[in-house]
């Protein structure tokens, strides 16, 4: 059985409503076209109507007294009732050929011709009073001018009711032509509104059932729901589609699983590493735009000290008078100026250090012996006094990273865990390897993070040190470290005041010379190390 194909229903519908269109339009045009006749026929009759009118006017200005000086005053008036009639003759004759006479003229054509030959005889009986009479007050002859004059009134009073009743036959002709274009729009509805529904029906059939199968397959679909078909039966092209989106569908559920995971892990690591080209470019730029002018305040401070210093001892030295109490003053905010300039200076430090990283060179190191070399730094920092270190390798681990940069990292969370506890703090580091990685955990009894603070935690500028003295690159610099060894970092929290934990992965290849090592040597299989920093010199 061939399909019936959707352009085609499409198109038997579109050809259905053209003509349901084409019969309104010839409806209403054709009711229109009588109404606009209409109006032009009576527009051009009114101004007939208004010459006749002046014309009958004139007429009734002749002078049908005794006077024996009438003459002069008769003759202006009937030579203007000729003009004026050679006016309405004209005017006739346009209206004719332009089709807008109902009779067509001949009604008008025969008064005006009857009119032509009695204001010939009324200017005849004009020109008699200039011929002698025994008298026009008496006498055998009459006076001829009255007849002709009632004559020509009479005429053009029918030639007005002739204006009046072309009027009124062309309304007439427009009512039946407008009750004709109401009937056929009346009938082109009807069959409109017919057509409408039973389109309708079809189309509720042919289209809207078929796509809102299609709609709530696409739902199911975005619902996680995979094992419930499309099934339609429209035999067209949507049966097709259906067709298809189920083959797409039962591919897609294979995947979706694993798509959804990957994209939910990169897209947070797209957008920061966007942030970090556009923060790198502009790092290196103010780096170097501020470390001289930091370099000028801060050599001038210290020149500014030495020389305060040098002036308060000769005055002591020569005199007896004690040094003035602002000397004080100036000397702790000469200091204060060296300290915030020393403070500017790393912080340029490091957005120079930010700038720099790239595709560094790594090599296979131990990273036992890195955290243990790092922790042996930080035990000399104010910040580990009374503070417990806790490190816990598993052994031996060997990743290919650069050492240098890797430290950093490890150093920054050190820090940065030791700032965020009391005293009596405990930092649990422990070192292993997941799947391919090797896991370094930091976990601190500190001040914990809120979910808020966890989800810009890696963001350039962002931070929440107690100390208030964070620049908020440090975490930013370490995960683009981190990311740049193709690993990870994450960080995780109950909530305030329950700690923190950070955790870091490095893909693991272990060197061949370590993975030879026997197990359980105590020259290899190292104990692990517990670090106690009560006065934050000395270690146990």
């Not at 008769?74 to 009732?81: F, G, H, K, T």
């Not at 990870?488 to 693991?508: D, H, K, Q, W």
Request: hydrophobic share 40%; net charge negative.
């Amino acid at each position: 059985m061939a399909r019936r194909r959707l352009r085609h229903k499409l198109m038997l519908g579109l050809v259905l409503v053209a003509v349901s269109i084409g019969l309104l339009a010839c409806g209403a045009a054709y009711g229109l076209y009588n109404y606009y006749i209409s109006y032009k026929v009576t527009q051009r009759k009114i101004q007939v109507f208004q010459a006749v009118a002046k014309l009958v006017d004139v007429l009734n200005k002749v002078d049908r007294s005794k006077d024996s000086k009438r003459y002069e005053r008769n003759l202006i008036q009937v030579v203007e009732a000729q003009n004026q009639l050679n006016a309405v003759k004209q005017q006739n004759e346009d209206a004719r050929k332009a089709g807008l006479d109902p009779d067509n003229a001949d009604m008008e054509n025969g008064l005006v011709s009857q009119l032509e030959g009695e204001l010939a005889a009324l200017m005849s009986a004009v020109d008699s009073d200039l011929r002698p009479t025994a008298s026009l007050n008496g006498g055998d002859n009459p006076d001829q001018l009255i007849p002709v004059h009632n004559k020509c009134v009479q005429i053009a009073e029918a030639l007005r009711q002739a204006q009046v009743d072309d009027i009124k036959q062309s309304c007439d002709e427009s009512k039946a032509a407008v009750f004709r274009a109401i009937c056929l729009t009346g009938f082109a509805m009807g069959w409109a509104l017919a057509l409408v529904g039973t389109m309708l029906y079809y189309f509720r059939v042919w289209m809207f059932a078929p796509i809102r199968e299609l709609q709530g397959g696409v739902q199911r679909v975005h619902n996680g729901i995979f094992n419930q078909p499309i099934v339609l039966d429209s035999g067209d092209e949507l049966q097709e589609l259906a067709d298809e989106f189920n083959a797409m569908v039962a591919r897609l559920h294979a995947v979706y699983a694993d798509l959804a995971r990957q994209v939910t892990e990169r897209s947070r690591q797209l957008v920061r590493s966007e942030r970090m080209v556009s923060v790198g470019f502009l790092a290196a730029g103010v780096a170097h735009e501020i470390n001289n002018p930091l370099a000028s305040i801060l050599f001038c401070s210290e020149a500014l000290e030495r020389r305060l210093q040098e002036t308060l001892t000769a005055l002591s030295a020569n005199t007896a008078v004690a040094p003035p109490a602002d000397a004080e003053v100036l000397a702790r905010y000469l200091k204060m100026i060296q300290q915030e300039a020393l403070r500017c200076k790393d912080i340029t430090q490091k957005l120079l250090d930010f700038s720099r990283t790239g595709d560094r060179k790594k090599e296979p190191a131990d990273l036992t012996g890195l955290v243990s070399g790092v922790l042996e730094v930080a035990r000399h920092l104010p910040s580990s006094r009374g503070k417990l270190v806790a490190f816990e390798p598993t052994g031996y681990i060997v990743a290919p990273i650069n050492a240098q940069d890797l430290k950093s990292v490890i150093l920054n969370l050190v820090v940065n865990a030791l700032d965020s506890m009391d005293d009596g703090g405990r930092l649990d580091i422990t070192l292993g390897t997941v799947a391919g990685y090797a896991e370094l955990a930091f976990t601190d009894t500190g001040c914990g993070m809120a979910p808020d603070v966890l989800e810009n935690i890696f963001e350039p500028f962002y931070t929440k040190s107690r100390t208030g003295k964070g620049t908020g690159l440090g975490l930013f610099i370490s995960h683009q470290i981190v990311d740049q060894h193709g690993g990870t970092i994450t960080a995780s929290s109950p909530g305030p005041g329950a700690g923190s934990t950070f955790t870091v992965r490095i893909p693991l290849q272990v060197a061949p010379e370590v993975a030879d090592a026997p197990a359980g040597d105590p020259e290899t299989d190292p104990a692990p190390a517990v670090l106690t920093f009560p006065g934050g010199r000395n270690a146990a």
